[in-house]
């Protein structure tokens, strides 16, 4: 199982940036799709975005697509999440997650099959 540990979340101003990192200590980190995932109080984890495990595949979410970012370093065993453009609605705990699967598959999996998770960071979005 791989371990995660989320970063870069905070308080910001709709249409502002945050920029969210994942750290991996895992060193095969390389040959996992990476995604990230939102919960927001009262709703159930959502998907966001994946990225294939060489990088050249993203997917988003619609609700995201065209503002936010997915991105890996696998040198650094890193992946991030740049958002810009922020809405409140945008406002959630968000989570990395890390599995064998496709990156295009990621998405439609229920997140509680998925094989590791980070624990968490806070992103709050103020209007």
């Known amino acids: 199982q791989v371990q995660l540990v989320e970063s870069g979340g905070g308080l910001v101003q709709a249409g502002g940036s945050l920029r969210l990192s994942c750290a991996a200590s895992?060193?095969?980190?390389?040959?996992?799709?990476m995604g990230w995932f939102r919960q927001a109080p009262g709703k159930e984890r959502e998907f966001v975005a994946a990225?294939?495990?060489?990088?050249?595949?993203?997917y988003y979410a619609n609700s995201v697509k065209g503002r936010f970012t997915i991105s890996r370093d696998n040198s650094k065993n890193t992946t991030s999440l740049q958002m810009n453009s922020l809405k409140p609605e945008d406002t959630a705990v968000y989570y990395c997650?890390?599995?064998?699967?496709?990156?295009?598959?990621?998405?439609?999996?229920?997140?509680?099959?998925?094989?590791?998770w980070g624990q968490g960071t806070q992103v709050t979005v103020s209007s």
């Open positions: 997650a890390a599995d064998l699967t496709d990156a295009q598959r990621m998405g439609s999996l229920n997140p509680s099959a998925l094989g590791s």
């Open positions: 895992y060193r095969t980190f390389g040959i996992y799709t």
């Open positions: 990225i294939s495990w060489g990088g050249g595949l993203t």
